[in-house]
């Protein structure tokens, strides 16, 4: 086992780790991360508009229009907040003034789009262009936009003020030329060559998407992201920045189904892993604590008392650092195992239609019956899922961590960790 | 003594400040400690830290911490991983001791 995770830390870290901070993917990450308190306040009108209780749905139903505007002018168009922000981060890496990169990202996002015209009511730029489903152009008109602004700055193609002219003001110019480029460039692709880059982009990655939404598309990132923990290499940070561009298409035509009162397609955006899988933090551990609470070993049992409430927030670092499960050989297959069987069993009670399928972001540190039950538009099931999901991992954790008391007390490092806590 | 905590959002590193708050507590020792995401954490060194520590599940960012605390001469350590728990504050007060000494 010590074989093993000298393996994982030869191979499989050094090359996610290295993939999830370079610079593009960061830059995607951090730009994604900040358009979250967007999402998660927009979709929260999803719920008010739709709630759970069928006598107030139908009294709120007259008013889902205006209900949903926040929604719409939020998540709706989420990809021109995260291209802006992207943008900004990218800029800012290559210690480019970040604002103008934010807004030259934005000015190429938007030029992709062709205005409509609407003889009474003027032009209109049409929104379904600029919600998540456009994620991946938005990605890409943001690198293009900073590329070409450091490519300007680089070679020194920028207007230089004279001395005294205000920093803000100089700012702003160096960013013309740039301007100068990016926009024709587009606009040249777009409107001119008849190129649609949406439709281009969209056909480009929609195997990946599709792919996302598979019983392997969800395996792959549990087996990863836990991979890494079982290391101490917090899993889903550097896998989400990879993978977290398709859990918001997915959950993007969930929200806009959902929104329409049609079915919801996808099993596999984002909540399904945060409220399902990741019970109590990645490894569904949980699980493991709640069993601690019981140990006979005290410095088991003295850790699950400071670990529960974190726990039920599912903030797990300090389970898996101080149980320790990290480099653990004992509870390193359970920690595997346990959100492999749940995940699975998930996925098929979803498939067919035993609970709803997540459509809703609500924020992470949410006790999972709370966060599944919103989550799926107050489905009453969930709650029931979770539960289960808690005893599975519970039960496959159980006999690992009698071996590991067993372990620890027979090393007598329970009452020497202990010492040195005191 | 200022300690800054940077993990992935702020989360776990704020239960670690208790920890490190309690320690310092009972032990007599005057500290401020604060935690922050890894987006915030460069914007956060300008306020005057003695010290910025890494939390164990993101160091694999610590290159990227320590060029960004370089500017402002704040060391950069990362936080031994049995340290990093509600029970941990006496581990990490102890390290830090051993860096800043």
């Given amino acids: ?422 | 003594m200022k300690l800054l905590l940077v993990c992935s959002g702020g989360m776990s590193s704020s239960i670690v400040v208790k920890a490190i708050e309690k320690e310092a507590a009972k032990t007599g020792q005057v500290v401020t400690v604060k935690s922050v995401g890894s987006g915030e954490f460069a914007e956060e060194l300008k306020n005057g830290w003695d010290i910025a520590l890494v939390a164990p599940q993101v160091r694999h960012r610590v290159a990227f911490f320590q060029e960004a605390a370089a500017e402002y001469n704040v060391p950069v350590a990362v936080i031994p991983p049995q340290g990093y728990n509600p029970m941990g504050g006496a581990i990490i007060l102890a390290e830090v001791k051993k860096i800043l000494d």
């Fill in chain 1, 1 to 422: 086992m010590h074989k093993f995770f000298a393996l994982l830390d030869k191979y499989l870290i050094p090359t996610m780790t290295k993939l999830s901070e370079q610079r593009h993917l960061r830059a995607v990450r951090d730009g994604i991360i900040s358009t979250i308190p967007l999402i998660i306040v927009g979709s929260f009108f999803m719920i008010l508009a739709f709630p759970p209780f069928p006598a107030l749905a139908a009294a709120i139903k007259p008013y889902t229009g205006q209900i949903l505007i926040p929604f719409r002018l939020t998540m709706g168009l989420m990809a021109l907040y995260a291209c802006h922000s992207i943008g900004y981060h990218l800029a800012k890496s290559y210690k480019l003034d970040g604002v103008s990169g934010g807004i030259l990202a934005m000015a190429a996002f938007l030029l992709t789009s062709v205005p409509v015209t609407y003889p009474d009511k003027g032009m209109a730029l049409l929104m379904e262009n600029l919600g998540g489903g456009s994620m991946f152009v938005a990605i890409i008109m943001a690198i293009f936009a900073v590329e070409v602004l450091r490519f300007a700055k680089t070679r020194k193609l920028t207007i230089k003020m004279p001395d005294g002219v205000p920093e803000s003001v100089a700012k702003s110019f160096e960013a013309l030329i740039p301007a100068a480029v990016i926009i024709p460039a587009v606009w040249l692709v777009r409107d001119f060559v008849g190129f649609d880059i949406h439709h281009f982009v969209l056909e480009l990655f929609q195997p990946l998407v599709l792919a996302g939404n598979t019983l392997a598309g969800i395996l792959v990132p549990i087996v990863i992201i836990t991979l890494l923990w079982a290391t101490g290499i917090h899993g889903d940070s550097v896998v989400g920045s990879v993978a977290r561009p398709v859990w918001l298409v997915l959950l993007d035509q969930n929200i806009a189904a959902a929104a329409a009162g049609q079915p919801i397609p996808n099993i596999a955006p984002e909540p399904f892993f945060q409220w399902f899988v990741w019970i109590g933090g990645s490894g569904a551990s949980l699980g493991l604590v709640l069993l601690m609470l019981f140990s006979k070993a005290p410095y088991l049992k003295s850790m699950s008392r400071v670990t529960l409430l974190p726990g039920i927030c599912n903030i797990n670092e300090p389970v898996i650092f101080g149980v320790p499960i990290m480099l653990n050989p004992l509870l390193f297959l359970p920690f595997l195992l346990s959100p492999v069987a749940i995940a699975i069993l998930t996925y098929f009670v979803m498939d067919i239609g035993l609970v709803n399928k997540p459509y809703i972001l609500v924020p992470w540190t949410l006790p999972a019956p709370i966060g599944a039950y919103l989550a799926t538009g107050g489905d009453w099931r969930a709650i029931v899922l979770v539960f289960v999901n808690i005893i599975i991992a519970a039960a496959l954790y159980y006999p690992f961590l009698k071996a590991y008391e067993r372990k620890l007390s027979r090393e007598g490092m329970a009452g020497e960790l202990e010492e040195e806590l005191k």
